[in-house]
């Protein structure tokens, strides 16, 4: 069973910080998303990475792919309250549609 | 992007009913749809497979009798929670996968259903 990571669980920030979630596994994937929630919505795809090394910007956040494809982080540089939200890391393992998912980083910017 | 659309958004029902969930790709063919159960603040939890012209494969846990999934076109994938008890109770999530570059496997999520059994 592949598992995937995340940490923190509970990030709570004032705005204008920065931050980094983590997502780690001993897993390859062949491609990892990530995604954001808000409550009694369904997850939001943000951004697939599928390069080992690979780096990707969205505004400001930023997604990092890992070199030996198990683990990839995400920036998000001057947080504001409107980045509040539930992210979840998801990878998937060669050509399969079915994603693991990430435990979650529940994300609170305070104004 | 890709549409799912899930119907009902939420629903109350008493303990010993049971409960229909749709899911629906608006734009696309699926012929795989995913179900998801997902308790306040915690990540997502695969339920099930769900193949069209098939029957599902159901994850090491899931009660294939209590929770029917049935994908009977390329379009909806429907759940039914079976005589529904208060442990029932949860946001029941749908996806849809549209296969991307190199298979990248995207999923588009549906909005959600929340279930609560009194």
């Known amino acids: 069973t592949q598992l995937l990571e995340q940490s923190p669980q509970f990030l709570s920030i004032q705005e204008g910080e920065n931050l980094t979630v983590y997502c780690n596994s001993s897993?390859?994937?062949?491609?990892l998303q990530w995604y954001r929630q808000e409550p009694g919505e369904g997850p939001v795809l943000l951004v697939t990475v599928v390069t080992g090394g690979e780096v990707k910007k969205l505004k400001r956040l930023t997604f990092q792919f890992g070199d030996a494809r198990k683990d990839s982080s995400l920036h998000i540089t001057a947080a504001q309250p409107g980045d509040t939200g539930l992210y979840l890391c998801?990878?998937?393992?060669?050509?399969?549609?079915?994603?693991?998912f990430g435990s979650g980083t529940q994300l609170t910017v305070l104004p | 992007g890709a549409v799912v659309s899930q119907h009902p958004s939420w629903v109350i029902c008493k303990s010993g009913t049971s409960v229909k969930i749709e899911c629906r790709s608006l734009d696309f063919q699926a012929t795989t749809m995913f179900w998801y159960r997902q308790f306040p603040k915690q990540s997502l939890m695969l339920m099930a497979t769900?193949?069209?012209?098939?029957?599902?494969?159901?994850e090491q846990g899931v009660e294939k009798d209590k929770f029917l999934i049935n994908h009977a076109s390329l379009t909806l994938s429907t759940l039914t929670v079976t005589s529904a008890h208060p442990e029932d109770s949860s946001f029941y999530i749908c996806?849809?996968?549209?296969?991307?570059?190199?298979?990248?496997?995207?999923?588009?999520f549906g909005e959600g259903s929340r279930l609560t059994v009194l």
């Open positions: 998801a990878g998937a393992a060669g050509s399969a549609r079915q994603l693991t």
């Open positions: 996806s849809a996968s549209l296969r991307g570059p190199k298979g990248t496997g995207e999923l588009f």
């Open positions: 769900s193949n069209e012209g098939s029957k599902a494969t159901y």
């Open positions: 897993s390859v994937f062949s491609s």
